[in-house]
């Protein structure tokens, strides 16, 4: 069975981050204007995004149910199904920390500078 344990450390080496990530994501490439956060694994991937003002954020749910992204009195997307995406063009610049306000524990922070 000395398959087993090799197998067991791909696994785990598959769900380490990448070398040097922080889960911090810079601001996106100006020429595009766009980013995404991966809603995955009841989490926000990348929990903290930097986006510069005008810039436009897609949240996508690839949980197989809903989730939001909720900002009190800055924005808040609704119910996200599974599946689906919303996007938000940032006009502020700003720290706003979020969460997703069907489950709290879930949060995350739109950095715009």
């Keep these: 069975m000395p398959a087993v344990p090799a197998l067991a450390a791909l696994a785990l080496a598959a769900l380490a ?9 810079p601001p996106s490439d100006a020429s ?17 995004l930097m986006v510069g003002r005008g ?4 949240w996508l749910n690839r949980d197989p149910f809903p989730h939001t992204v909720t900002s009190p009195g800055s ?4 119910s996200i199904a599974a599946g689906a995406s919303w996007t938000f ?6 720290d706003y920390a979020y969460q997703c ?6 949060t995350g922070r739109l950095s715009v500078r």
Aim: hydrophobic share 35%.
């Design 17 to 25: 981050p990448a070398p040097g990530a922080s889960g911090v994501l």
């Design 32 to 48: 595009n204007g766009a980013s995404t956060v991966v809603i995955e694994g009841m989490r926000f991937m990348p929990q903290t």
């Design 55 to 58: 810039q436009t954020v897609t």
């Design 75 to 78: 924005f808040d997307s609704k």
């Design 89 to 94: 063009t940032v006009k502020k610049t700003g």
């Design 101 to 106: 306000s069907l489950h709290p524990t879930m």
